[in-house]
């Protein structure tokens, strides 16, 4: 089944047919042009899953990186809340210890005044 590619012309019944040499079957270029925007979807789908893994081990890191500085935060605030700290604080402040606690009862409408 070969076909003529030369300059053809046929009378008959159909009309006038025309070949023309190196043209191509128009099934033929429909294929080749859904094949070439298959390829360039393959490509953006490539491309575009690529970034969003790189997207996301960025992300990962820096979750890691900010687990890391909250630990230390929490660290640095329970060294800040102890009770050994606060002492230590209140010697350097010159404070000490009172011996006996006093407290202040109110008097009624006298405490408002």
């Given amino acids: 089944m070969s076909k003529?590619?030369?300059?053809?012309?046929?009378?008959?019944?159909?009309g006038k047919t025309r070949f023309f040499a190196g043209?191509?079957?128009?099934?033929?270029?429909?294929?080749?042009?859904?094949?070439?925007l298959s390829s360039i979807a393959y490509v953006y789908a490539l491309n575009l899953g690529a970034v969003q893994g790189?997207?996301?081990?960025?992300?990962?890191s820096d979750i890691a990186?900010?687990?890391?500085?909250?630990?230390?935060?929490?660290?640095?605030e329970a060294q800040?809340?102890?009770l050994s700290r606060i002492e230590e604080?209140?010697?350097g402040r010159e404070m000490d210890r009172?011996?006996?606690i006093r407290?202040?009862?109110?008097?009624g409408a006298v405490a408002l005044r």
């Fill in 4 to 14: 003529d590619y030369g300059v053809q012309k046929q009378h008959g019944s159909r």
């Fill in 23 to 36: 043209s191509v079957h128009p099934v033929a270029l429909a294929g080749l042009f859904v094949f070439f």
């Fill in 54 to 60: 790189y997207e996301a081990r960025k992300v990962e």
């Fill in 65 to 76: 990186t900010l687990k890391e500085e909250n630990r230390k935060l929490k660290i640095s």
């Fill in 80 to 82: 800040a809340l102890s």
């Fill in 89 to 91: 604080a209140a010697k």
């Fill in 98 to 100: 009172t011996a006996e």
């Fill in 103 to 107: 407290t202040i009862g109110g008097r």
